[in-house]
């Protein structure tokens, strides 16, 4: 499976977790020279000021820490 796929997968649970708080998570896309994803922040979460927090501390941590490939995660 690409690393695309896998972000797509590893983000399932997260976005359940995110959508339960009114919020939701998009996948956009993945550099692989930065190893960044990149991701849209959905309803709830937009203007929310916890929101960076479940950036980080949610969606980065979780996929980093199941794909090694990927070593930022960034809101766009």
């Known amino acids: 499976m690409d690393v695309e796929n896998r972000i797509r997968e590893v983000l399932v649970p997260i976005k359940e977790a995110i959508q339960q708080d009114g919020g939701d998570v998009e996948f956009v896309s993945y550099d692989s020279l ?3 994803v990149y991701v849209s922040l959905l309803g709830a ?3 929310c000021p916890a929101s960076m ?4 501390m949610g969606v980065e941590r979780s996929i980093r820490q199941q794909i090694p490939e990927v070593e930022h995660v960034e809101a766009c």
């Open 34 to 36: 930065t190893k960044t």
């Open 45 to 47: 979460c937009v203007g």
């Open 53 to 56: 927090m479940t950036l980080k």
